[in-house]
């Protein structure tokens, strides 16, 4: 049964520095960013924002471009600005009816927007672009806090780099298939996303966000945002306070009262529970206050009579005879987002939210994952991880800990709370691995190296001893060597430098070589050069891996090839 709408659950994302809280604090007319150390958004929270808030900082907007106001408020989940939060899940999509995706309009699209771009999209959840840091423009002139009066108002050379930027901007998004404009242009709200320049310093553009909010939300998610009767939320956070563990948590279905009993998903089934005491958070972030009972949307504090662990990010719902089935629907969902390979990776993350925001962008990089879970990186995950292929001992760890006592051993360990640096730290990690791989292959064939002979004769023969340069490559012992015209001089000896025996010399080392066999004044000359002799096999093989050589070795493998396809054309083709 309908119980008419709720308010609508808002995320804020975007890009690290973008100003995404700075925006969100502007909204809600709260100071968070200040407090956060570095800016960065530390823990999760939610903001009620009544009707009359809305009206209040929007209100003459409205009245502008005619909208009227029929929701009860808005509910604002502010989420790490560092994490890929917009992955907090209920049942059925998204935890966000809606997102305000905020962008440095002077950087444009970063890595971490696009990976916002991809799970707004994976997850169908309609959303709006805040355009921040106008006031940063060279010259912008801030006269008005509507963004739209504020544009006309610049000078002309001020207007033009704004729309320079502004439609430089639209066709990026354009790349990653979003039609957008910006809002006093669109006439088809279903065809563009929403674009509102604005400055979180200012305040300009803030009051045009949150009628934009107010029009989207009432035009196309009055399905979404109608109230069912049974209770459903999805927990949040678990803290500790004292003695006493309590789940900060979203209702975002139905009502919850004290004493309800409620099922919690888990990877092992579900937690059956009652609630012990519950809190619902107050408008405008001002604290929680006790309740007995709470309507959707909501942001609460309850504390549970439930003695297994709670995990971050898990749904719930009020038990109303239908156990079975609620387990039943848990468990479908939970395997259908945690679905792993049969080898791979391990990874964790603080919570199922941002457990299946690394999963889904990893699968996006085709990175397997043998196992996913939730919680700190621990001493039995080291463990797993070490029996894993070579390739495959690695862990990633998302905004988690690594337990002190847990030794690495042979097992590589990537933690970072950027989920984006995450997995780039890790690409690149796999792409010298794999360099290192091929690299050792290419070690077994004969080395390539090009060598110049110098005028220090110090036998003439049995064997030759004589001083050369290393002119490109790596001349190890027992090399073959040729000259320009393809005949076989012999296989170094022996190599000295500074009278001690060495086993390789590089580019630039001068040094003696010992040749067997060889009369230096009938087979050599001062000032001539000698290369490596290498099969065909060798030559394809160093030609295929070109990508490891360095700029000289591939010189030299060049003029190999010449030399020898003077006798044979099709030598190595």
């Not at 709720?6 to 809280?21: F, N, S």
């Not at 009816?97 to 999209?121: F, H, R, S």
């Not at 901007?169 to 242009?185: C, P, R, W």
């Not at 039943?328 to 299946?356: V, W, Y």
Request: glycine fraction near 6%; proline fraction near 3%; aromatic fraction near 6%.
């Amino acid at each position: 049964m309908i119980k008419g709408i709720r308010q609508p659950i808002i995320t804020v994302c975007g890009h690290v520095d973008h100003g995404k809280t700075s925006i969100l604090d502007r909204i809600r007319g709260t100071n968070v960013a200040e407090k956060e150390a570095g800016g960065i958004t530390q823990k999760i929270s939610f903001t009620m924002m009544p009707k009359e808030t809305i009206e209040e900082r929007a209100g003459d907007v409205m009245k502008k471009f005619n909208i009227p106001l029929e929701i009860p408020g808005f509910l604002f989940i502010d989420t790490p600005g560092h994490a890929a939060f917009t992955n907090l899940r209920k049942r059925g999509g998204s935890l966000a009816d809606l997102a305000v995706l905020v962008v440095d309009i002077n950087e444009g699209i970063k890595p971490q927007t696009a990976e916002v771009l991809q799970i707004l999209k994976s997850n169908k959840t309609p959303f709006i672009i805040a355009l921040n840091k106008v006031d940063n423009i060279s010259g912008w002139q801030s006269k008005s806090k509507l963004a739209y009066e504020n544009i006309e108002k610049q000078p002309l050379n001020i207007k033009q780099i704004f729309e320079e930027k502004l439609y430089t901007f639209i066709g990026a998004l354009n790349s990653y298939k979003f039609d957008a404009e910006l809002y006093t242009k669109i006439s088809d709200f279903t065809k563009n996303i929403v674009i509102v320049p604005c400055s979180a310093r200012t305040g300009e553009g803030i009051s045009e966000i949150i009628a934009m909010l107010v029009a989207l939300s009432q035009k196309f998610l009055k399905e979404r945002i109608s109230v069912k009767e049974q209770g459903k939320g999805v927990i949040l956070e678990v803290k500790k306070d004292k003695s006493i563990n309590y789940a900060e948590a979203i209702l975002y279905d139905g009502t919850l009262k004290l004493n309800d009993e409620i099922a919690i998903a888990s990877f092992d089934g579900i937690i059956k529970t009652k609630i012990r005491s519950m809190s619902e958070a107050l408008p405008l972030s001002k604290g929680f206050r006790p309740a007995e009972e709470v309507k959707a949307a909501a942001g609460i504090r309850i504390q549970t009579t439930a003695k297994e662990e709670i995990l971050p990010g898990m749904p719930f719902q009020i038990i109303q005879g239908n156990e079975k089935e609620i387990e039943k629907e848990f468990k479908k969902e939970l395997k259908q987002e945690i679905s792993t390979s049969d080898s791979g990776i391990i990874i964790k993350a603080e919570s199922l939210g941002s457990l299946e925001a690394l999963l889904f962008l990893l699968k996006q990089k085709q990175i397997k994952v043998v196992y996913a879970g939730i919680g700190s990186i621990t001493k039995k995950d080291i463990y797993s991880a070490s029996a894993n292929a070579d390739a495959d001992k690695v862990i990633l760890g998302f905004n988690v800990n690594v337990e002190e006592d847990a030794e690495t051993k042979d097992v590589k360990i990537f933690a970072n709370d950027v989920v984006y640096k995450l997995i780039e730290d890790f690409e690149k990690y796999r792409e010298e691995k794999q360099k290192e791989t091929e690299r050792e292959k290419l070690e077994e064939l004969p080395s390539l190296v090009k060598i110049l002979i110098l005028p220090y004769v110090f036998r003439n023969s049995n064997p030759a001893i004589f001083g050369i340069r290393v002119e490109g490559g790596v001349l190890r012992q027992n090399i073959e060597l040729i000259n320009k015209g393809d005949e076989k001089i012999a296989r170094v000896k022996a190599m000295q430098h500074e009278k001690a025996n060495i086993k390789e010399a590089g580019k630039g080392k001068e040094i003696a070589v010992s040749l067997p066999g060889v009369n230096f004044e009938r087979q050599l000359e001062k000032g001539q050069f000698l290369y490596s002799n290498l099969s065909e096999f060798a030559f394809r093989k160093f030609k295929d891996n070109k990508e490891l050589l360095s700029q000289d070795e591939i010189k030299v493998l060049q003029e190999i090839a010449e030399i020898k396809r003077r006798k044979n054309p099709t030598w190595g083709i």
